[in-house]
Each structure stands twice: as C-alpha cells, then as structure tokens.
C-alpha cells in the first residue's frame, strides 16, 4: 500500500516506522513530531518543541 503524508511544508529530518507498519512518526526541522496513521494518511497527534 502506497499512502503519501504531508507535514505542515517543513522538512522531514527523521522518520520511524511502527513494529506493525500502521504508524509513522516523523521529526521535522521546525522542531515539530507527527504520528501518522498510513491506511488514512492523517495526522493522529501533533507536538512542537520549543526552545
């Protein structure tokens, strides 16, 4: 299955993938943390960290 995720236009530095292939997380320049849900292709939960 090919699902496409789009962050918040702010480059993605790392990406991990869950045990089962259900969930992505990505860590994106700007400091912000995604999981991502890829049968849907949507955010799940969203963190920035601040300096």
Not at 29 to 45: A, F, L, N, P, Q
């Amino acid at each position: 299955m090919k699902t496409q995720v789009t962050p918040n236009n702010t480059k993605a530095l790392s990406v991990l993938w869950g045990p089962l292939d259900e969930y992505v997380v990505t860590g994106h320049e700007d400091g912000s943390i995604i999981k991502w849900d890829m049968r849907t292709g949507k955010k799940v939960m969203a963190v920035v960290l601040c300096c």
